[in-house]
T-cell receptor, first 112, second 110 residues
Framework: EPEVTQTPSHQVTQMGQEVILRCVPI?????FYWYRQILGQKVEFLVSFYNNEISEKSEIFDDQFSVERPDGSNFTLKIRSTKLEDSAMYFCASTQGWDGYTFGSGTRLTVV | QQQVKQSPQSLIVQKGGISIINCAYENTAFDYFPWYQQFPGKGPALLIAIRPDVSEKKEGRFTISFNKSAKQFSLHIMDSQPGDSATYFC?????????FGTGTRLQVFP
């Protein structure tokens, strides 16, 4: 079964550093997403991406965040200057349409 | 209006019993209602989903009941098994994002 692949599985970074989280969505999917989950809490929407541009973003997705699809397969989330409160699991998801979202296994980001 | 309220927060069920998790929403623009199962350290995995034009959908031991007028939907897990122990999230979708409920931690004891 096709999978959404995320790397790394765990990233530890110092406060103020830039991090890039990487995702390889399912190849024939057209819509890409980033969500985050703070430990023990619900999954929160960050951003959706379609046709090489952001289609919607949440209030969490401020100027410190950016997304990119640098080639035909990768989808990245960059946090420019990490804060302690950015520590969370970050999930990438993709879908062909507005349903059937497939999530990756996540990247655990720890900011120290 | 974008919230999805989920209850209970945790649920303990004996093996063979029925697990019931409830969700409620406000936004009538939501048009897709999935349930996700999440094991520790893993991403959410789609379990079953429903659209508002039907009142019930069943897949194996999992059933979604949907009440459009009450803006509520629920997940029933029949013959619950220890392997069902996980966190369950309801969600609702409109346009291009999913809004998740707060999650229910289900524990099924043998």
């Amino acid at each position: 079964e096709p999978e959404v692949t995320q790397t790394p599985s765990h990233q530890v970074t110092q406060m103020g550093q830039e991090v890039i989280l990487r995702c390889v969505p399912i190849s024939n999917h057209l819509y890409f997403y980033w969500y985050r989950q703070i430990l023990g809490q619900k999954v929160e929407f960050l951003v959706s991406f379609y046709n090489n541009e952001i289609s919607e973003k949440s209030e969490i997705f401020d100027d410190q965040f950016s997304v990119e699809r640098p080639d035909g397969s990768n989808f990245t989330l960059k946090i420019r200057s990490t804060k302690l409160e950015d520590s969370a699991m970050y999930f990438c998801a993709s879908t062909q349409g507005w349903d059937g979202y497939t999530f990756g296994s996540g990247t655990r980001l720890t900011v120290v | 209006q974008q919230q999805v309220k989920q209850s209970p927060q945790s649920l303990i069920v004996q093996k063979g019993g029925i697990s019931i998790i409830n969700c409620a929403y406000e936004n009538t623009a939501f048009d897709y209602f999935p349930w996700y199962q999440q094991f520790p350290g893993k991403g959410p995995a789609l379990l079953i989903a429903i659209r508002p034009d039907v009142s019930e959908k069943k897949e194996g031991r999992f059933t979604i009941s949907f009440n459009k007028s009450a803006k509520q939907f629920s997940l029933h897990i029949m013959d619950s098994q220890p392997g069902d122990s996980a966190t369950y999230f309801c969600a609702a979708s409109s346009a291009d994002k999913l809004i998740f409920g707060t999650g229910t931690r289900l524990q099924v004891f043998p």
